[in-house]
T-cell receptor, first 114, second 114 residues
Framework: DAGVIQSPRHEVTEMGQEVTLRCKPISGHNSLFWYRQTMMRGLELLIYFNNNVPIDDSGMPEDRFSAKMPNASFSTLKIQPSEPRDSAVYFCASRKTGFPYEQYFGPGTRLTVT | DAKTTQPTSMDCAEGRAANLPCNHS???????VYWYRQIHSQGPQYIIHGLKNNETNEMASLIITEDRKSSTLILPHATLRDTAVYYC???????????????FGKGTKLSVKP
């Protein structure tokens, strides 16, 4: 299995631009998670989906952030407009329903907003 | 989910056992203890989990005290590649509780030295 795939791996953009991060979960996994990691705040859960349905988006910082999962094999996290404080590493993770319950993380997207 | 407490950092000599402690004094009966690690610039990686009994897999061993208020992750023969941040998490996913939205703390930064 290829594992969780994220693209792009690195993104540099200017303040005010729209940014779209992409994730392909492991085939057969029913749940998908988006995390953000910064030095100051550590690893934070932004949103997660079960069977393509958003379950908890309480971690999404602002209305500038939105996430979609149109099908079981693809999800996007969009920031519009982007701001310098959005600079972070964004991780996508997936897991399957049923035992065992561990999450599998992708390699992350390093976002820099100038 | 119960709060966990870990030392900020630890050192270990290469080839020796690394014992990483975790306190979870408020853990409830249906919460499992999960361990993940994050090697620099990579996504977190699942290591092991347990409920009551000690567990062992190809990566590590997990020792949980009888009262379940603390646990120790053991890397039997640490190598330089085990240098990472190790996270201990109490989660009730196995009972369908938290749906798997893991709460990552600061973790323990383990440095394996030659």
């Amino acid at each position: 299995d290829a594992g969780v795939i994220q693209s792009p791996r690195h993104e540099v953009t200017e303040m005010g631009q729209e940014v779209t991060l992409r994730c392909k979960p492991i085939s057969g996994h029913n749940s998908l998670f988006w995390y953000r990691q910064t030095m100051m705040r550590g690893l934070e859960l932004l949103i997660y989906f079960n069977n393509n349905v958003p379950i908890d988006d309480s971690g999404m910082p602002e209305d500038r952030f939105s996430a979609k999962m149109p099908n079981a094999s693809f999800s996007t996290l969009k920031i519009q407009p982007s701001e310098p404080r959005d600079s972070a590493v964004y991780f996508c993770a997936s897991r399957k329903t049923g035992f065992p319950y561990e999450q599998y993380f992708g390699p992350g997207t390093r976002l820099t907003v100038t | 989910d119960a709060k966990t407490t870990q030392p900020t950092s630890m050192d270990c000599a290469e080839g020796r056992a690394a014992n990483l402690p975790c306190n979870h004094s408020t853990i409830s009966g249906n919460e499992y203890v999960y361990w993940y690690r994050q090697i620099h610039s990579q996504g977190p990686q699942y290591i092991i989990h347990g409920l009551k009994n000690n567990e062992t897999n190809e990566m590590a061993s997990l020792i949980i005290t009888e009262d379940r208020k603390s646990s120790t992750l053991i890397l039997p023969h640490a190598t330089l590649r085990d240098t990472a941040v190790y996270y201990c998490i109490a989660d009730s996913s196995n009972y369908g509780g938290s749906q798997g939205n893991l709460i990552f703390g600061k973790g323990t930064k383990l440095s394996v030295k030659p």
